[in-house]
Structure formats: structure tokens, C-alpha cells
């Protein structure tokens, strides 16, 4: 059964966010409207350090992480031309809490100043600086929407040049389709509290340089030989528009014999665990999440 929080949630969004981002089709706007830093307090016990490296980003580490203990690589949202680092904290902190995991964070270059394949190859940059300076490869990947799909991509990426792959991946309301063809679209094109079915198709237009193919695997991860992939664990709406983005993936990673869970949700919004602080199933989101990446990073150990 759905939150109380969760009905109120959409419904403010529906009627205060929905339509004037859908109204503005200026791309500085969105991106000041997006770009709102994280407002919480910092728990005690976590450390966040920004870094330059290869590309800059922060570390979200706990106190109770020891030094060599595994780095998960998160890539945040923003439909590739919005937030940051800092906007994602109430994600990254929480997967750091658990004292698990190493959190990087990188400050990933943004469309339209810098278009396809700038993202994925400051993905893969940080992939390679964590080995270089750890001596481990990156042992779990996540993102959120625009950053899912770049988790994923980056994952064929990795898998395609000979590199070794994380143990696990993750992706919460992934864009995985920027030919735009999932059937919510349509369906939830009034449901979704964030966007309409044609906010995602405009998103090749801003992301995509002139010439490049959207079905092309490391744009929409869902038309890729998904076949060797890690573990994943796949989190969206049932009213997002994105939602078949995320289903028909699973079902393509099924077929290719990956190790898929997907969980459809009930009346949230996209990407829902940003809300964690007062949403209920944002906590248990995440907390399902951080449950998977261990028995995942675990099993891998023990094979």
C-alpha cells in the first residue's frame, strides 16, 4: 500500500512542476530549476570530499568504511544536461551510511555544451582512475533516469573493451530507449507527476550530436547484446512514462540470461529515493538497493 506521502507528493508536483517545465523549452531555465543542491544536514560519521581527478566529483564516505573498502560509482540524473553531485546527496549518503561502500560521485560533463559520448566517457574515466589509484575495479555502479542510462551504458562499454565489470548495477527510473517507443509514453503521459511522454523524446535532441543513432546501444541501452552484464536491480513507477524503459530492459536482460530484479512501484514519482528524507518508499528503496549490492558483491566473492 502506497504512502500517504506518496499521494501528495505527485499531486503537488503534477500541478506545480509538470507544466512549467513542460512550458519552458529553455535549457539554462530547466537547469536552474533542476540544479538545487542537497538542503539536508550531513550525517555525522560522513565525510564529502570534492575532488578534481581525471573528471571532478566528490567522495561520500562513512567513518565506519575502512580505507580499502569497495567504491561504488554513482552517476546522477538530470536528463544529461542538469544537476550534479551535490544535487544527489540524499541518494549518495544513504548508499554510504551503510558503511559498505566508497560512493564517487562524478561532476560528468552536460549537454548540450558537451554531447554524446562526453558523459560515457567521463563514466569510463572515473572507471579507470578508481583502479589506477585503488588497485580494485569499481565494484558496484548505479544511477538515477539519464544517469541509469549511463550506468548501463557504461557497463557495455566496459564489458566491450576488455575491462573488468562491477560485480552489480543498479539504475532507478533509467531512460534506457531515447527512441522514445515504450507504450507509457502514452499511457502515463497524464499519470507521471514529473513529465509527459514527449519530455523524454525531446531528450536525443539535446543529448544526441547531428548523425548519431539513437537505437545505437551506448544511447539506448535496451537495443544492446546485454549478454555477460552483472547483477541488476532495476527500481521504477508504475505511473512514470519511463516505466517501460525499465521493464522491457528486464526482459531483455532475461532473455540474454542476466540476473534481473525489477520491482515496479506503486504511485511514486520519478526517481523517488532523491525524497527519502520524508518518503517512505524512498527509505525502502534505497534500503533494498544497498541489501542487493551486498548479497551481489558477496556472491561474487564467493564464485
Same mark, same amino acid.
Given at each position: 500500500?502506497?504512502?500517504?506521502?506518496?499521494?501528495?507528493?505527485?499531486?503537488?508536483?503534477?500541478?506545480?512542476?509538470?507544466?512549467?517545465?513542460?512550458?519552458?523549452?529553455?535549457?539554462?531555465?530547466?537547469?536552474?530549476?533542476?540544479?538545487?543542491?542537497?538542503?539536508?544536514?550531513?550525517?555525522?560519521?560522513?565525510?564529502?570530499?570534492?575532488?578534481?581527478?581525471?573528471?571532478?566529483?566528490?567522495?561520500?564516505?562513512? #567513518?565506519?568504511? &575502512?580505507?580499502? /573498502?569497495? *567504491?561504488? $560509482?554513482?552517476?546522477?540524473?538530470?536528463?544529461?544536461?542538469?544537476?550534479? =553531485?551535490?544535487?544527489?546527496?540524499?541518494?549518495?549518503?544513504?548508499?554510504?551510511?551503510?558503511?559498505?561502500?566508497?560512493?564517487?560521485?562524478?561532476?560528468?560533463?552536460?549537454?548540450?555544451?558537451?554531447?554524446?559520448?562526453?558523459?560515457?566517457?567521463?563514466?569510463?574515466?572515473?572507471?579507470?582512475?578508481?583502479?589506477?589509484?585503488?588497485?580494485?575495479?569499481?565494484?558496484?555502479?548505479?544511477?538515477?533516469?539519464?544517469?541509469?542510462?549511463?550506468?548501463?551504458?557504461?557497463?557495455?562499454?566496459?564489458?566491450?573493451?576488455?575491462?573488468?565489470?562491477?560485480?552489480?548495477?543498479?539504475?532507478?527510473?533509467?531512460?534506457?530507449?531515447?527512441?522514445?517507443?515504450?507504450?507509457?509514453?502514452?499511457?502515463?503521459?497524464?499519470?507521471?507527476?514529473?513529465?509527459?511522454? #514527449?519530455?523524454? &523524446?525531446?531528450? /536525443?535532441? *539535446?543529448? $544526441?550530436?547531428?548523425?548519431?543513432?539513437?537505437?545505437?546501444?551506448?544511447? =539506448?541501452?535496451?537495443?544492446?547484446?546485454?549478454?555477460?552484464?552483472?547483477?541488476?536491480?532495476?527500481?521504477?513507477?508504475?505511473?512514470?512514462?519511463?516505466?517501460?524503459?525499465?521493464?522491457?530492459?528486464?526482459?531483455?536482460?532475461?532473455?540474454?540470461?542476466?540476473?534481473?530484479?525489477?520491482?515496479?512501484?506503486?504511485?511514486?514519482?520519478?526517481?523517488?529515493?532523491?525524497?527519502?528524507?520524508?518518503?517512505?518508499?524512498?527509505?525502502?528503496?534505497?534500503?533494498?538497493?544497498?541489501?542487493?549490492?551486498?548479497?551481489?558483491?558477496?556472491?561474487?566473492?564467493?564464485?
Amino acid at each position: 500500500m502506497s504512502s500517504i506521502q506518496a499521494h501528495i507528493l505527485t499531486i503537488f508536483l503534477r500541478w506545480r512542476i509538470k507544466k512549467p517545465i513542460a512550458a519552458n523549452a529553455n535549457i539554462a531555465a530547466i537547469r536552474a530549476k533542476l540544479d538545487i543542491p542537497y538542503r539536508g544536514k550531513i550525517p555525522s560519521g560522513i565525510q564529502i570530499t570534492k575532488v578534481q581527478g581525471p573528471i571532478p566529483g566528490e567522495w561520500v564516505v562513512s #567513518d565506519r568504511a &575502512a580505507p580499502d /573498502a569497495p *567504491v561504488m $560509482l554513482y552517476l546522477h540524473g538530470g536528463g544529461f544536461f542538469a544537476c550534479s =553531485s551535490a544535487t544527489h546527496r540524499a541518494v549518495t549518503i544513504a548508499f554510504a551510511r551503510s558503511g559498505e561502500l566508497r560512493v564517487f560521485v562524478p561532476d560528468y560533463r552536460l549537454a548540450p555544451e558537451h554531447r554524446f559520448p562526453a558523459a560515457l566517457d567521463d563514466a569510463i574515466a572515473c572507471c579507470d582512475w578508481i583502479v589506477a589509484t585503488t588497485g580494485r575495479a569499481v565494484a558496484a555502479i548505479a544511477g538515477d533516469s539519464a544517469g541509469g542510462n549511463l550506468a548501463l551504458a557504461t557497463l557495455l562499454q566496459l564489458r566491450d573493451t576488455g575491462r573488468e565489470l562491477p560485480a552489480v548495477g543498479v539504475a532507478f527510473s533509467a531512460v534506457t530507449d531515447l527512441a522514445a517507443t515504450g507504450h507509457s509514453l502514452i499511457e502515463n503521459d497524464r499519470r507521471d507527476a514529473l513529465f509527459f511522454g #514527449d519530455s523524454i &523524446a525531446r531528450l /536525443a535532441d *539535446v543529448y $544526441l550530436p547531428s548523425g548519431v543513432d539513437v537505437c545505437n546501444p551506448l544511447v =539506448s541501452p535496451l537495443y544492446g547484446d546485454l549478454t555477460g552484464l552483472p547483477p541488476l536491480l532495476l527500481h521504477v513507477g508504475a505511473d512514470e512514462v519511463l516505466r517501460d524503459d525499465s521493464v522491457r530492459f528486464a526482459a531483455r536482460a532475461r532473455a540474454a540470461q542476466v540476473d534481473v530484479t525489477l520491482r515496479v512501484w506503486p504511485v511514486v514519482p520519478h526517481v523517488w529515493q532523491l525524497m527519502a528524507q520524508f518518503l517512505p518508499e524512498g527509505r525502502q528503496s534505497l534500503q533494498e538497493a544497498i541489501t542487493f549490492i551486498a548479497q551481489a558483491m558477496e556472491q561474487s566473492r564467493t564464485r
